[in-house]
């Protein structure tokens, strides 16, 4: 925009001075330049004011949110896997077969046999020894401390949906 628009659309919206007003009066009066002006923009101000302000809706903001909260809810959890873990995983696994391999290798009596092969003589090793009374409870006590830990993880789930599915449908519980 240039002076003359800015100084017209000062006079026009009566945000100029009255020292200003005047001037541009008497530039409109005499320079044609200006007057032309003038005339493009009442006539550009007249159809401004003749236009009709779009209106949002009434629950336009409600939408809105609404839109807001479904795109988050239905966004999937994103849970980064430590790989750590599963290397922790993975080791504790290796080393216990490794272990199981290393004692039953052990366990096996080797001897050599007249007709000129080996002979292997395998015993099974007594484990009774190693389930006694206190180590059975202690399985038994985390096992059913893991049971209860799995069944309130669903509950909290369950009970979760639950409150969302309610929340989505206004409030209104069937």
Excluded at 47 to 52: C, H, K, Q
Excluded at 67 to 80: T, V
Excluded at 92 to 107: P, Q
């Amino acid at each position: 925009m240039n002076s003359i628009e800015e100084q017209l659309w000062n006079y026009i919206d009566g945000t100029s001075s009255p020292e200003e007003q005047k001037a541009i009066t008497l530039l409109i009066e005499q320079d044609d330049i200006y007057r032309k002006k003038y005339n493009e923009l009442l006539l550009l101000n007249a159809e401004f004011a003749n236009m009709e302000l779009d209106e949002p809706p009434m629950a336009f903001k409600y939408n809105v949110m609404e839109a807001i909260r479904n795109e988050h809810a239905q966004a999937p959890l994103k849970a980064r896997i430590d790989q750590r873990i599963i290397k922790g995983i993975g080791l504790f696994f290796v080393l216990t077969i490794s272990a199981i391999m290393l004692y039953a290798l052990a366990s096996v009596h080797w001897s050599a046999g007249l007709s000129g092969g080996t002979t292997l003589h395998f015993t099974m090793p007594h484990i009774g020894q190693y389930l006694t009374s206190p180590i059975m409870q202690g399985f038994l006590f985390f096992d059913v401390i893991l049971a209860l830990y799995t069944f309130d993880t669903y509950l909290r789930k369950k009970n979760r949906t639950k409150t969302y599915t309610s929340v989505q449908s206004g409030g209104q519980q069937k």
